[in-house]
């Protein structure tokens, strides 16, 4: 757990992310986020910690970051944001779109026009609840698959 949050001076907004705030990796289970949550929350308490803004901010993104994690739904969201970020930071994303619009045929696989005129085959097998990033192979765009 060497990894903890830091915050900004100017607006007290958390830098890094959910799971870096609580020490674990992004697959860890729910037990590991309590067990972490746990231990940092005692530590960063704020009764112990009496007048210390740096440490009653930590307290919060801390809580912050096991209240978004520990709930399914706000996880797969979370987990979804991290992904778009990670992607829109090394790929050019030409369009994201959710699984639902995509028109499967019956060998689980669907088309989509990329920019350039190439098709993309999309595998229902390959797509996950997290989000999945296909290349073209013409250009450089990407699709983004929620």
């Not at 090394?90 to 019956?106: A, C, G, K, P, T």
């Amino acid at each position: 757990m060497d990894k903890e949050a830091t915050c900004s001076k100017s607006n007290g907004t958390v830098e890094g992310n959910y799971y870096e705030i609580l020490g674990c990796d992004q697959k860890a289970s729910f037990f590991e986020l309590k067990r972490n949550y746990q231990q940092l929350i005692k530590k960063y308490h704020p009764d112990k910690h009496e007048g210390s803004s740096s440490t009653s901010e930590k307290f919060i993104a801390i809580d912050k970051a096991y209240k978004t994690l520990m709930d399914e739904n706000s996880r797969k969201d979370y987990d979804t944001s991290l992904l778009k970020r990670d992607f829109d930071e090394h790929f050019l994303i030409h369009v994201e779109l959710s699984q639902s619009e995509l028109d499967f045929s019956e060998d689980d696989t669907a088309l989509y026009l990329c920019r350039c005129g190439e098709n993309f085959v999309i595998h229902k097998k390959d797509l996950n609840e997290g989000g999945y990033v296909m290349e073209c192979f013409q250009c450089s765009n990407s699709i983004l698959i929620k």
